[in-house]
């Protein structure tokens, strides 16, 4: 039979009668037949089929006006009655799935990405590791996993199931290492800004924190506060505005909206770089009322939830990012922005490089969390960032945010912790087991000693021979 005949023959589909259509892979003929009403794609018996009705067929002969029955064909086209084959071959797949085996097959309408058959039986123990294959769908219609033809997920493959794969082609040599744009979730975007009548202010003000080189994120900070401040006076220039009322309008934030001591601190950072900095009008701003800073201790997790936490992740990528994370006392916008070359295992240490405040540092290297990175450099294979995403480039803030939640949840630990405890744990662990204060200020790049010192109000080293006074009490 040429290769490019297309054949219509009967079929039995989950108990229902079908009519199995046969057609060369070709993407013009798959758009085609996908507009047949209940067209389905059988990965078992690598066909297409349609429902065994009178409309189907006469599409199909629209469609495909040198379709070749493989069987005699129906006293009335407008009836398919399509006569069983005296004996049908086999599908070229048909078979080859086996229970105890995870089946690759190619897929008929996309080049990018392959078939994968879990089967049954296999569900209980390698689910997980599936759902953790870069860019993997579910196809509820086909009934496998969609996962990206690249070289990124052969490898992975061939690393977490050994011996369980059972390949019904031969893989091409020339697949590319990552598929170059695969669909990722997109968050809604934010409302945009209402600009205040003197909008010209802010963007003086911004120009003035760019040239001090200040963070985009304080520039963004500082250009909304002070957007909301003089649109709270939108008639009067800022120029004109006065002292007066710039303490009236941070004294109606705290009374009427509660703002916490760290948004005044920030309001008042904003409009006092404006009048000393963008115009000369330094004397009203001379002398701000600051709140008093609360002084609260950061939540912390003990040895214990770290390791609950971190055993609750499943995914190699995620429990690299959270052990590098706690084991190095990073910060998040640290990790992320981590590069391959700032890994240094042959002198233990991580090179952090623009850390808060535009200062470098270094810090320790943690040979459990080494190991873990270089059996996952080994699969995955980034090109600069150290944690790539999967379309390349840094890894989102958002997404270890979303990791941290689920094992937090899955581990049962304090719900009130963050990214960021798993830092106030490192110092906190590092102080107990006797680490000098200032070699933890020095690995977690706090400027001043003070700020190192809050960790001495957590630490529990000494209380069990601290005894209370009421224990030596006749009473």
Known sequence: ??????????????????????????????????????????????????????????????????????????????????????????????????????????????????????????????????????????????????????????????????????????????????????????????????????????????????????????????????????????????????????????????????????????????????????????HKVQGLLRPKRPEKLPHVLTEDEVSRLLKAVDNLKHRCILMMIYSAGLRLGEVLHLKMTDVQPEHNRIFVREAKGKKDRCTILSDKAWALVHEYLDVYRPIEWLFEGVNGGKYGERSVQAIFSQAKAKSKINPSATVHTLRHSFATHLLEKGVDLRYIQELLGHESSKTTEIYTHITKKGWDKIKSPLDDLDI
């Open 1 to 282: 039979m040429p290769v490019n005949t297309i054949t219509a023959s009967p079929m039995l589909h989950e108990n229902q009668e079908r009519i199995r259509v046969d057609i060369p892979y070709d993407t013009v003929l798959i758009q085609k037949i996908r507009t047949v009403n209940g067209a389905r794609w059988s990965a078992l018996h690598r066909c297409w089929h349609v429902p065994k009705t009178a409309e189907a067929w006469q599409k199909l002969q629209r469609l495909f006006p040198d379709i070749q029955i493989a069987a005699p064909q129906p006293e009335t086209p407008a009836a398919p009655r399509l006569a069983p084959l005296p004996k049908q071959a086999p599908s070229p797949i048909a078979g080859r799935f086996v229970a105890n085996k995870i089946s690759l097959l190619l897929l008929p309408d996309t080049t990018d990405f392959m078939g994968l058959h879990l089967p049954a039986g296999l569900v209980p123990a390698h689910l997980a590791t599936v759902k953790n294959i870069h860019g993997r769908r579910w196809d509820a219609e086909m009934n496998v996993w969609k996962v990206p033809y690249t070289k990124l997920t052969l490898r992975f493959l061939e690393k977490y199931f050994p011996g369980l794969l059972d390949w019904t082609f031969e893989p091409s040599a020339d697949i590319p290492e990552r598929l170059p744009e695969l669909p990722i979730h997109s968050y809604p975007a934010k409302a945009t800004e209402t600009p205040a009548k003197y909008e010209e202010a802010v963007t003086a003000l911004e120009q003035c924190l760019m040239l001090k080189r200040y963070s985009w994120r304080t520039v963004k900070a500082y250009k909304n506060c002070f957007r909301q401040f003089i649109r709270h006076y939108n008639e009067i220039k800022p120029s004109q505005i006065t002292r007066r009322q710039i303490d009236d309008y941070v004294a109606g934030l705290i009374r009427e909206k509660n703002i916490s001591e760290s948004y005044q601190n920030q309001i008042l950072s904003a409009i006092r770089m404006f009048y000393a900095e963008v115009i000369p009008q330094e």
